[in-house]
Structure formats: C-alpha cells, structure tokens
C-alpha cells in the first residue's frame, strides 16, 4: 500500500469516529452451496432451497455507493457458498475499488491456486474458512466434502503468501468434543479463531435485544442514516 493511500485510509477512519467509527455490512450473494452441513439449510440434500437465486453485480455496485457513502467500509461476502457466484470477482473488485475491505465466507472446497490468485488481485483482504471439528474425517462427512480438509491446510499456506488473512469460523456443534484440541490445531496452522452460533441462537439472541430495546423504558433512538442503509438493503433484496 502507498503511503498516499494508507494516508488517506487514516484520515477517513477518522473522519468517521465521530458517528462510530467505520462500519460493516455482510451480504448473501447466493443461496446456492455444495456442501452437506447437518446444521445449515442451504445445505445441497436439504429442500429449504427450491429457488437458485444470484446477486447481480450492477445492483450490488448501486448498493455500495449508498454504504459507502453512511460509513460502511468492511463488507463480508457469504451464502450459500459464495465462491461459486460466477461474477464473485467482479464484486470483491467494486468493494476494493470504493476503499472499503472486502472479505469473504467459504467452505474451502474451491480453494485452487487458481482461484485463490484471481481473489487476491481482485482485492480480496480477509477470508473465513468454516472448520467444524480439528478432526478432519468428522468435519468433511458433516460438509460432504471429501478431501476439503487437506485443501483447506494447503490453501491457507497460500493465501498467507498472497497477503490475505485467513480466519477460521468455526459453528458451535457437537462435532468439536474437544475445545482444546481445536485451539491447538488452529494456533498449529497459524490462523485466527472466530466462533460462530448456530441460527437458532442467532434468532433467540436477536429477538431477546429487539425486545429489550421495544420494552426498555428510555429506547435506543434509531440511528441517524438507519433510512438510507435500509434503501441499499431493500436493493441487494430485490434481487435474491
């Protein structure tokens, strides 16, 4: 990075503590994915997905402008199993175009040299890779994705050389038995840690805050460009 940029990155950074700093926004670019995972409903073998759907590009850029401009400066890609999305390229590069970090959520199984270079150069910062147990034949019969394990530990190699940052997200399930060994495997591969809850929990907790913010007495305000992120959500929903 230039000086110039890394300059003006500080100086925007800036710019925006007074409302809170830079935020971040996760998008769902597909419900599509290849994978088995006992805990997921877009899962391959599961009917919850009886409609493809694919975000389009040009919305996303059009949605982008609207984030961009209230302060959003992370956005994470997810699914489904959003390496699959044929235009995957084209929208980490509009995220990186706008000076915002554009990260990405996969499974690993398309983790090739190949592709691993095309996400690099199209500015790819931060990718989360989905661990569900340190035992590797455990975690591909949950994501029916044999041999992902191996690919994964030889990706993460890569993408280090390539300058992006791998984090392992990992869903709280039965399969883990021990946290330990889970926490040695990853301080063994070098990558950062990221626990995430089950969609069931997710919901409970969501509702428990909604809740406390209806009921509490002195309500949290609604947040002063909540209309105009809201306008750029309703445009990425058009479309899937």
Known sequence: MSITRAIGQAADVLRLLPIGGPSCCNIAVTNVCNATCDFCNYAKDKDF???KKWLDPERL???LDILHARGVRYITFSGGEPMLHPKMMEMISAVAFRGMRPAMVTNG???TERNMEARAEAGLKTLFISIDSPDADKHEKNRGLPGVFEKIKAGNAKLKALGI???ASCT???LIGDFEELFAAHIKSETMLH???PSASVRARRRRTYE???LADDPIPVPPHAAEISAAADLLAQHI
């Open 172 to 174: 709280i399930n039965r």
């Open 165 to 167: 940052k791998t984090v």
């Open 49 to 51: 997905v009886t409609e």
């Open 61 to 63: 850029t059009r949605a």
């Open 195 to 197: 626990w995430d809850e």
């Open 109 to 111: 199984s398309a983790l």
């Open 212 to 214: 406390a913010l209806v």
